[in-house]
């Protein structure tokens, strides 16, 4: 770690943080990546401190961005949902510090089913309408050509997307633009506030406007392939070419190059008002993407490889020298972070570790290991050095929900039913991990139907030594090294209190 000690006087009065969705560390400038521009994100990385062992926590979505506001992992027990009756979010709690909140997002799934209850108790919020599968419009504008929706059934997004005209008209400039608004608005106005961008982009659908369209595939002809395939294997099994490949990632860079432009008007807006000095500003990410990383797209049912579970942190501090952080940290830190910024707590058990102590320089570890994962998949270990994902060791069961706000992802292409099974006459009252709160317990068993995530193959349990081998080309799973992770996972879910049903499927029962 090489971050200068001292820190100003004072603790900071605000902060601003921006969540950019599937943002690819190893595409960045700032992380070593040349493939695309990102000179908005270079420009602030060189004020900011640099985390390099950053990982997911709970994944995807909705799950990450659980951790960072109600500070919890919840994928060893619940697929998807909103904040439970037992918890809040950190901004419960700030309102009742006074601090002001304001939330600026374009993200679908904060508004639907499954994410209610995120943006409640934020002093106020601005939705953006359009992006993805946001209902926005119920007919095209009948002057759109369209742009070809492969891979996937008709989305909200084809209607909406063809109400936009220009640049400005797309819903990620949009929601930065507000952004910046808000901060010409309000800087100054309030003894302390929290600003909460949660852009959707560079999320897929991966389209934009010119110069952006062809600006990294200039030879490619007819509309950009915008929507990706979630496989693995997707050339080696015909699916794409090796020229519609490149063209969907390049449709990505194209998209992360026009996001970047815009988290510019941000900066701008904190340059203009001097909020560098009493304000913390942290750019973060819910998770990475796959863009043809070992021929695997989106976000398939396969192990956390580190294209989408090493993920980009870059924090400024006021007083704090730019510099770069090798500590390992997780998503449920950075809501950890918040509440010592603002000197708050919530009621709900909580498993991250502020990084202020990092960022001060008074220490060089906060934590010696991490969990990541989604519902129902590969419960993946991580330390300085190793990733262990352990897989069922047979059938995926019994797989355990625990809820009393039973729901999921809504794919606009399955029913509620196939999203996620109701609770059937098996369902009890267990209590939530860490509390005495009762809560509905579900248990599926081999031969039902599996909720949506979990509904995937296996390919055994993965090792890898990320000092000798960050490609993750060389599964050590078998040997000693194994025997000894296993053994830490195994007493890291006994700590964490995970239901039976977790030990009995991974084959630690």
Known sequence: MSVAAGMASGAPKNAIVILLDSLNRHMLGAYGGTEFATPNLDRFAARATRFTK??????????????????????????????????????????????????????????????????????AWDYQRGHEGDPWKTVPDPSWTGAPNLFRPPMPYDNSRSYFRSETDFPGPRTMAAAARWLDENAGRHQRFMLFVDEFDPHEPFDTPEPYASMYDADWEGPNIIWPPYMQGAIAKGVLSEAQARQLRASYGGKLTMID??????????????????????????????????????????????????????????????????????????????????????????????????????????????????????????????????????????????SNRWSTMPTHFLTREQELPLPDERAYLSKMPGSRVPVIRQDWQQGDMLPFWAAAKFSGNHLYDLEEDPGEERNLAGNAAERDMAERLRAILNELEVPDSQFLRLGFA
């Open 54 to 123: 950053h990982y997911t926590g709970s994944l995807p979505c909705m799950p990450a961005r659980h951790d960072i506001l109600c500070g919890a992992l919840d994928f060893l027990w619940k697929p998807w949902g909103s904040i439970e009756l037992w918890e809040d979010a950190i901004t419960y709690e700030l309102r009742k510090a006074g601090v002001v909140t304001q939330l600026i997002s374009d993200h679908p799934h904060l508004f639907e089913t499954g994410g209610e209850n995120f943006h409640v108790d934020f002093t």
């Open 261 to 402: 432009h815009w988290f510019g008007k941000i900066l701008d807006a904190v340059d203009r008002h001097g909020l560098w000095d009493d304000t913390v500003f942290i750019l973060c990410t819910d998770h990475g993407h796959y863009l043809g990383e070992k021929d695997i797209w989106g976000k398939p049912g396969v192990p956390v490889y580190n294209p989408l579970g090493h993920i980009p942190l870059l924090i400024a501090h006021p007083g704090a020298a730019p510099g770069i952080c090798d500590a390992l940290t997780t998503s449920v830190d950075l809501f950890a972070t918040l509440a010592d910024i603002f000197g708050v707590e919530v009621r709900q058990r909580t498993h991250g570790r502020s990084l202020l102590p990092l960022l001060r320089g008074e220490t060089a570890e906060i934590r010696d290991w991490l969990l990541t994962g989604v519902w129902g998949r590969e419960v993946h270990l991580i330390d300085k050095r190793f990733k262990y994902a352990r897989a069922p060791q047979a059938a995926n069961a019994p797989l355990t929900m625990l």
